[in-house]
């Protein structure tokens, strides 16, 4: 599924669904007023869950792809930022609160009827906005990508204890990873649950391995990208990049490799 533009008649994106070995599209494209910024199919195969701008609101809801009907929301959460986690029955959404000197937070909802499960701790006060996120493969870590470049770890209240072990000597500071020098645009987690790859504005992709949360690869070995994910069949990375495009006008395009190829 992926969202475009509505016709100059009505305002907002438009949810549509295809079929990727056909290159075909299925049913009728649903209307959803508002720009969108996330989506995400829950394990059915037959809901969506959209997170859009309107008016000035983030709102989430969820659809039901064969029927193109509304099921849940619109509900407001305060953040452009989400992550559906492994099992497709919570969704993490980064709430930057009701005013503009609020501490960011994460908000868990259950999908699909969008009920608040629970609110986790703000982050760290002097943690830049995010602009990333995604679930380790347990669930238990919900991990954010920041405007100036940071990586942070928050444990998802209730899962994260005894998900990986912590040394006694181990600082807070692991939960912090650095290195890149522009905003994360895109995070992903390889199938095997272990290497954790991000793509930013600096041009680069970086792998990282989850429970040492140190880098995978030498920084000046990172390679240029910017859109992050895994083919979850085969494990191998996906990027979008424009930096690396053949196309001499620099339109994105995709490439696929192994991260031991890194």
């Not at 995400?40 to 009907?69: C, K, P």
């Not at 969008?114 to 982050?123: C, D, E, I, Y």
């Amino acid at each position: 599924a992926h969202t475009a533009p509505l016709s100059n008649e009505q305002s907002g994106d438009s949810l549509e669904v295809w079929n990727v070995s056909q290159g075909t599209r299925v049913g009728k494209p649903i209307a959803v007023l508002g720009r969108v910024s996330w989506i995400a199919i829950l394990s059915d195969g037959r809901t969506a869950v959209t997170l859009a701008s309107t008016l000035g609101e983030s709102l989430l809801r969820t659809w039901n792809l064969d029927a193109g009907q509304l099921i849940a929301g619109p509900t407001a959460i305060g953040g452009t930022v989400a992550a559906l986690s492994p099992n497709g029955k919570v969704i993490g959404v980064v709430s930057a609160g009701e005013s503009y000197r609020s501490v960011e937070k994460v908000l868990y909802l259950n999908a699909p009827d969008l009920a608040l499960v629970q609110t986790g701790p703000p982050l760290s006060a002097d943690a830049s906005p995010a602009t990333a996120a995604t679930f380790d493969r347990e669930g238990a870590w919900f991990i954010t990508g920041h405007a100036q470049g940071q990586i942070r770890f928050s444990a998802v209240p209730g899962v994260a204890p005894g998900a990986r072990p912590v040394s006694a000597d181990e600082s807070p500071k692991k939960d912090v990873l650095t290195g890149h020098t522009g905003t994360v645009t895109s995070l992903a987690v390889h199938p095997n649950g272990k290497i954790l790859v991000s793509g930013s504005e600096d041009g680069t992709i970086r792998l990282w391995h989850l429970q040492a949360r140190q880098p995978l690869v030498p920084p000046d070995k990172a390679q240029y990208g910017t859109g992050t994910g895994f083919d979850p069949f085969t494990g191998a990375m996906v990027d979008s990049t424009e930096i690396t495009s053949p196309d001499p006008h620099g339109e994105p395009v995709l490439r696929s490799f192994e991260p031991e190829e890194m």
